[in-house]
């Protein structure tokens, strides 16, 4: 078997041949096979694999897929989508863009949050008052008797 797909190792595309497929794992080879343990992307048309180098001997290496692939659908990609579909370069999704809308729970969950942060400042203050208070009552008599010593 020899299928050509892209491959990405950190943020570099290069081309890659597929020699072997199994349910787990691919054999690769490549012009610049990367290094024992690296994490890789393959790309064959929609098909993406996300594994880690587990040999890597010459041009060949072997790659363990983290999920369980499906052979006969990524064989039976036709070959001339495999390198138009896959990108040249690594342009990470943004799924942050669009604002996402509040369900009940999560409008709940932000009340019950903005409750709880107003609590926790009544407490906070309440203590301060508190410790502010305390502290004048302890010190009002020694500075009474330094005042008067001073002869204010």
Known sequence: MLLRARMRVTATWGDVCILNISSRGLQLQSARPPQRGRIVEIRRGPHVVIGCVVWSKQHRFGIRSQDALFVDAIVSEPADGDLGRSPTHYVPA???????????????????????????????????????????????????????????
């Open 94 to 152: 943004e799924r942050r863009s669009a604002r996402r809308k509040l369900t009940s729970e999560d409008k709940s969950r932000l009340l019950g949050r903005a409750l709880e942060f107003a609590c926790l400042g009544i407490l906070v203050l309440s203590g301060a008052t508190i410790l502010y208070g305390a502290a004048q009552s302890a010190l009002a008599a020694p500075l009474a008797s330094v005042s008067g010593a001073l002869g204010d």
